[in-house]
């Protein structure tokens, strides 16, 4: 017997919101089959499209950690063998690691009945992250899993609310052609942040979640705003202000880094305005000598 599951990629800390808000993108994703085995033991069968580089072994594997971490919580060592295509680009900011370990505890979850809800699976996808990335952040699985816009209220206890996600509102995502590890981006940060930057970082997250219930564009488009992570991390991202202005010139709300980079992100209201983000963004990655690839 054996099962089949996506899960999709994702935008984590949508400006704002470090380490506590993420989006699911539509349509791009990581695919997982799970196949039922006689002999107890999880076994990485194949992996497609990773161009070689993703670990095979079990404690190394995010789908084999995940599923790992919820057959220990199960209680039993079920056999599984474990299949991964990858949509998505590795190191790429768009939550590589996170749908793919999502897919395989959703595959595996079907296998064996579904015991767990969705929201129960967190958990084990966050054990797959911290062995991916050294770090067990949940805003990119946790909208992975769920779907649409997520806030990560806390992480202990763990406390993920499902959150408004406003009609017209368009994500344009911009990948340039090279990799920045999670665990890369995450050193630059600083340990303690000073309090005047707390209080306009809290200023925002409150003002872009008010944005997305009252569906009021210009609010988000104010609240887009990061003093924790952005700039720290826009030295990593070769022609990061030149491209925020054109994104804006050509009618984003707003722009960020993706989860940790080096994707990119702009919001807008509309199809049209995200088209012209579009082309914006190929001119302006051109112009700086960088290959990108749009969707
Ligand atoms: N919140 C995480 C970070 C997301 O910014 O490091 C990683 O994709």
């Known amino acids: 017997k054996s099962v089949k599951a996506f899960a999709p990629a994702t935008v984590a800390n949508v400006s704002c919101g470090f380490d506590i808000l993420g989006f699911a993108i539509d349509a791009m994703g990581d695919y997982v089959e799970i196949t039922r085995k006689e002999k107890s033991g999880l076994c990485v069968v194949s992996i497609e499209d990773d161009g070689g580089k993703l670990p095979w072994e079990v404690e190394k594997n995010t789908c084999a950690v995940a599923i790992q971490a919820m057959l220990d919580d199960y209680g039993q060592q079920i056999g599984m063998d474990i299949a991964l295509r990858k949509g998505l680009p590795l190191g790429s900011g768009m939550g590589s690691s996170a749908a793919s370990a999502v897919a395989a505890l959703i595959a595996a979850n079907?296998?064996?009945?579904?015991?767990?809800?969705?929201k129960n699976l967190l958990p084990f996808a966050i054990a797959a992250e911290k062995a991916a990335c050294g770090a067990g952040h949940a805003d990119n699985v946790a909208p992975s899993l769920l779907g649409?816009?997520?806030?990560?209220r806390d992480y202990h206890?763990?406390?993920?609310?499902?959150?408004?996600?406003?009609?017209?509102?368009?994500?344009?995502?911009?990948?340039?052609?090279?990799?920045?590890?999670?665990?890369?981006?995450?050193?630059?940060?600083?340990?303690?942040?000073?309090?005047?930057?707390?209080?306009?970082?809290?200023?925002?997250?409150?003002?872009?979640?008010?944005?997305?219930?009252q569906e009021d564009f210009e609010l988000i488009s104010r609240s887009m705003r990061d003093v924790i992570a952005e700039p720290y991390r826009a030295v990593l991202l070769p022609g990061f202000y030149e491209i925020r202005e054109a994104l804006k010139t050509a009618g984003a709300l707003g722009m960020g880094i993706s989860g940790s980079g080096p994707t990119l992100f702009a919001l807008s209201q509309g199809s049209e305005k995200s088209e012209a983000i579009a082309k914006a963004a190929k001119e302006i990655y051109e112009s700086i000598g960088l290959g990108v690839d749009v969707y």
């Open 157 to 213: 206890p763990l406390d993920v609310i499902k959150l408004h996600v406003p009609d017209g509102l368009y994500c344009t995502l911009l990948h340039p052609h090279y990799e920045l590890k999670t665990a890369d981006s995450r050193s630059v940060l600083r340990d303690s942040i000073p309090l005047k930057h707390s209080t306009i970082q809290s200023g925002n997250v409150a003002g872009f979640i008010a944005g997305l219930y």
């Open 148 to 152: 649409g816009f997520v806030l990560v």
């Open 110 to 118: 079907r296998l064996l009945g579904d015991p767990y809800e969705r």
